[in-house]
């Protein structure tokens, strides 16, 4: 008999010896075709890197653009590289060279960073919509009431809320004796995913990471469609057609990126809930699109649907 079906061995298990390291298997079921998985992954990180990079680039380097709605551009921008970071090199790791071994602090801080960043990011479409608001509804006090003092503290009530709010699952995940098993069937490191392999009641993990989405992610897609009724009830009672189509082109950008951003995410918690004869791979690439189609598509979308950010990324590559 071997160790791993050593009777004294389960246990020893259930009496508090705790797994330090586990072992992520990419995609499971579709481990043959993790090479050519890997190529749209390589890609699309790749994509994300430059034009995130590039967007950051362009808004800090010109004056011109050194208004509220490019600042908080900037932020969405940097936040998507830090995700898109924390997470693809980990995947092609495991595609290319099978590398899926993890420690169980190394886990718990990816997942610290992958929450944390798509929290920020659920902020900062918040202050755009309020942003867009402000610009169409009091276009006269715009820059009066955003300025750049009030930006950077809206930056760091941000990034303060979502450090505040996904600290303790630390502590919640640290308190757990990790004695079943170590292998976890995921390019990353998830909260309930983690937590599902301790030998203890979860049930305060559950609880708690469901306040944090619904005090969130969920509050701020709320906020973000009260601030674009009324931002649509102001546009419908302007006189000016040019002022009217001008208004809506300017939400047309970041209307595109919340759908990406709260698309995917809905529909992945969906399938989730419901899609129980959906097979595993499904929802792994589906959690993957999460974090690799916002990244990749909204310096694009920015950069077509936004004539300053054009204009000067045109002249950086074509400077005569």
């Known amino acids: 008999m071997s160790l791993v079906d050593s009777p004294h ?3 020893l298990n259930h009496t508090g010896v705790s797994h ?8 499971p079921g579709l481990e043959d075709q993790h ?8 890609i699309s990180y790749v994509i994300a890197l430059l034009g995130n990079s590039l967007l950051i680039f362009i808004v800090i380097t010109n004056s011109r653009l050194h208004e509220p709605m490019y600042f908080f ?7 998507d590289v830090v995700l898109s970071t924390c997470t693809v090199p980990q995947a092609l790791a495991i595609f290319w060279f099978q590398a899926g071994e993890i420690s169980l602090d190394r886990c718990i801080t990816q997942f610290f960073i992958i929450h944390f960043t798509f929290i920020s990011e659920s902020g900062i479409l918040l202050v755009m919509a309020f942003d867009h608001y402000i610009a169409i509804c009091y276009p006269l006090r715009y820059t009066i009431i955003l300025t750049h003092a009030l930006i950077g503290k809206i930056g760091v009530t941000i990034f303060l809320r979502s450090y505040c709010t996904i600290f303790p699952i630390i502590f919640l995940l640290k308190r757990l004796t990790f004695c079943q098993n170590n292998i976890i069937p995921h390019t990353f490191c998830e909260h309930i995913g983690l937590a599902k ?15 944090v989405i619904m005090s969130t992610v969920v509050l701020d897609a709320l906020l973000i ?10 546009v419908f009672h302007m006189t000016s057609q040019d002022a009217r189509q001008k208004a809506l082109s300017t939400c047309g950008s970041h209307i595109c990126i919340i759908v990406l951003f709260y698309g995917p995410a809905i529909f992945t918690t969906l399938t989730q809930r419901f899609g129980h004869r959906i097979p595993p791979h499904i929802h792994i690439l589906l959690a993957n699109v999460c974090i ?18 054009q204009e000067q990324a045109v002249h950086m590559f074509f400077p005569k």
């Open 35 to 42: 090479m050519w998985i890997s190529i749209p992954f390589f």
């Open 73 to 79: 551009l900037c932020m969405l921008a940097g936040a």
């Open 292 to 309: 690799l189609v916002p990244p990749v598509l909204n310096p694009i979308i920015y950069g077509i649907r936004t004539k300053q950010i």
């Open 20 to 27: 330090m390291v586990f072992h992520l298997l990419g995609i």
């Open 197 to 211: 392999y301790a030998c203890n009641d979860i049930q305060v993990n559950i609880w708690y990471g469901l306040f």
């Open 9 to 11: 061995l389960t246990t």
């Open 225 to 234: 469609f009260v601030s674009y009724v009324l931002i649509l009830h102001a």
